[in-house]
């Protein structure tokens, strides 16, 4: 059946509202990035080994684990918008904490509260996304989010740059960390302007509100939409109680505990939050090492916007294939280079060749994926299994990163390259064999479609139709 969000336009109130929403994403990026620049000084001063530096880093991480599992329910009694502004506070809460902080206990307790809102955060967001986003611009604009995480690594790598100027001394650290609260404050303001998620909206039977919402968003049959809405409600309300570990969602949770797990696999937690000591390693000094990251977070930039532009028509499985493809080679030049310690002036370019696939592959995806994969019915617990899933790996790879990390040229220092080169491998024949496409489909539909059970006319699944099939059928 085709659905008429299909039809809907991309108007002031759709587009505001995609923007607001993927504020939380920046700080998503902002906040968990900005202590790579913190780190030898806050290594110093704390006297920190390599495990405790891990720890600390991994801290914010192990804050993500908790909001991710925590965020759904709150999101689904109070709404996803309503939330998102207790998010946005917590924000402002850890960085302020963070700036304050009295000792290395106070500040690992604020990374960790902070983590929990990046947590909530990369569950609340995408989903709030996901509902007001018509199907056939679901991708791009759900990928917003993770473009304003993006963007939210770049302007941590500025900041750091900027303020490394300052002169700050001993107080450089508290600056960094703290400078989060001021988008963190612009993000709650913002919230009070963007509306409600009509499909949230509709599962309270605030029917009136919801239909006012679609209009204002631009459906152009409204009534028809809600009738969708309200039907596929109608179904879940059937079995509201029904947990999401069962054999009928066995694919979806298998796919969005993938996706997720080869993100962290492709080492770039580890990259990100050790890119300015991984320069330091490579024998460059502070502020030539603040450069080349300003660098690499606008590559990244960059190419997650040629990934979102691209993701609708090429699809999410080409793209995670052909990244997985230059990850490998780029990861494989890195530990050549900590390896032998040889050719040090290739290292900026082998990691902008890695942002390049990373930024338009998995970065790209991974949350356009988790959020789409799975039905109405348990969209919520399914993304909070895919957040979980993605900030555990992140923690243990960020945490064991600077354990087996050594400057380049020493026995052993592109060992974790070498890991993180073949699990890119994996990943390409894991994705070529497993994973299915699911551009095109509308999300009342993702159900029948992962089921198998939508077999169009030329004998093929629905999860499989190519978009010349998709047409012919419509």
């Given at each position: ?29 902002f ?35 908790i ?11 109070y ?8 998010v946005?506070?917590v ?22 509260i ?11 967001g ?31 790598y ?61 459906t ?26 069962r ?5 979806p ?8 797990m ?56 080409k ?33 902008l ?29 399914g ?6 899933t993605?900030?555990?790996m992140?923690a ?8 087996f ?12 390259f ?15 064999k ?23 006319s ?17």
């Amino acid at each position: 059946m085709k659905r008429n969000n299909q039809n809907m336009k991309l108007n002031s109130t759709l587009i505001g509202a995609t923007i607001v929403a993927a504020l939380g994403g920046l700080l998503f990026g902002f906040d968990t990035v900005i202590i790579s620049g913190a780190q030898t000084q806050l290594k110093e001063i704390f006297q920190l080994d390599g495990f405790m530096q891990g720890f600390m880093v991994a801290s914010a991480l192990i804050g993500t684990i908790i909001g991710s599992l925590i965020a759904g329910k709150p999101a689904d009694v109070y709404g996803r918008r309503d939330s998102l502004k207790v998010v946005a506070l917590v924000y402002f809460v850890s960085a302020l904490g963070c700036a304050l902080a009295w000792n290395f206990s106070s500040l690992v307790t604020f990374r960790l509260i902070g983590g929990i809102a990046i947590g909530a955060s990369s569950v609340i967001g995408p989903l709030y996304l996901v509902e007001i986003a018509p199907t056939r611009l679901r991708g791009r604009l759900v990928g917003f989010f993770q473009f304003n995480v993006i963007f939210g690594i770049l302007l941590a790598y500025v900041a750091n740059y900027l303020l490394g100027l300052g002169h700050f001394g001993d107080a450089e650290w508290r600056w960094k960390l703290g400078i989060v609260a001021l988008p963190a404050a612009g993000f709650l303001f913002c919230l009070f302007f963007i509306p409600r998620s009509p499909r949230w909206l509709t599962m309270k039977g605030i029917y009136t509100e919801a239909r006012m919402v679609l209009e204002k968003i631009g459906t152009e049959k409204p009534d028809e939409q809600l009738a969708a809405i309200r039907h596929s409600i109608h179904i879940e309300k059937g079995r509201a109680a029904e947990p999401l570990f069962r054999r009928a969602y066995m694919t979806p949770i298998l796919l969005a505990w993938g996706v997720a797990m080869f993100n962290q696999l492709t080492g770039i937690n580890a990259l990100l939050y050790y890119l300015n000591p991984i320069f330091t390693m490579a024998g460059f000094n502070k502020v030539s090492g603040d450069m080349q990251s300003v660098a690499v977070g606008a590559t990244m930039l960059v190419f997650t916007m040629f990934g979102m532009l691209i993701i609708d028509h090429v699809g999410r499985r080409k793209l995670l294939l052909v990244g997985s493809v230059g990850m490998a080679i780029a990861l494989g030049g890195v530990a050549a280079v900590f390896n032998t310690g040889a050719h040090k002036d290739l290292l900026l370019w082998l990691l902008l060749f890695y942002m390049v696939f990373f930024s338009f592959g998995q970065g790209a995806v991974i949350w356009v994926y988790i959020s789409e994969v799975f039905p109405n019915a348990v969209r919520g617990k399914g993304q909070t299994l895919g957040s979980f899933t993605h900030w555990f790996m992140a923690a243990v790879v960020s945490w064991t990163f600077p354990m087996f990390a050594k400057n380049a040229g020493q026995s052993g220092a592109g060992i974790p390259f070498v890991f993180f080169a073949a699990m890119m491998v994996l990943q390409f024949f894991v994705v070529w064999k497993f994973f299915p496409e699911t551009k095109g489909i509308a999300l009342e539909d993702m159900e029948e479609a992962m089921s198998g059970k939508g077999v169009q006319s030329n004998g093929k699944p629905a999860l499989f139709l190519s978009p010349n099939d998709a047409a012919v059928n419509n």
